[in-house]
């Protein structure tokens, strides 16, 4: 499914990283550089909500969408109450996923102000 998403938004015009879990996200180079993280919920080593709790404290208005097979409304109560950009079950359709997306993207620009990458 990784893979999947990086190819659709690739062809969309989009520049991808694709990471195997979380850590490897925090550690990996150029967190600066990275506009919006798409992340599933559940993964290896650090949960999506874990994940998210650590981007915020790093890039505040770095936006996270979670796609997700899991329909544990407290885990997305939590996940937008902490800033998520969006909550997607799984299967999403390719235009649900890049309106919210775009939707994602605007905004993050739009609060970091003019002359800021988003």
């Excluded at 999506?48 to 981007?55: F, K, M």
């Excluded at 790093?58 to 936006?63: G, K, V």
């Excluded at 937008?80 to 993050?108: H, R």
């Amino acid at each position: 499914m990784r893979e999947a998403l990086a190819d659709l938004l690739q062809v969309e015009g989009y520049r991808t990283r694709v990471f195997a879990d979380g850590p490897s996200l925090l550690a990996g180079p150029g967190l600066d550089e990275i506009a919006c993280v798409v992340s599933d919920v559940r993964m290896p080593g650090m949960n999506g909500l874990e994940l998210q709790r650590r981007l915020r404290a790093a890039r505040p208005a770095l936006p996270v969408i979670f796609i997700t097979s899991s329909a544990d409304e407290a885990m997305q109560a939590k996940a937008m109450e902490d800033g998520a950009a969006a909550w997607l079950a799984k299967p999403v359709s390719d235009a649900a996923l890049l309106a919210y997306l775009g939707a994602a993207l605007a905004a993050a620009r739009h609060e970091s102000g003019p002359g800021r990458r988003g």
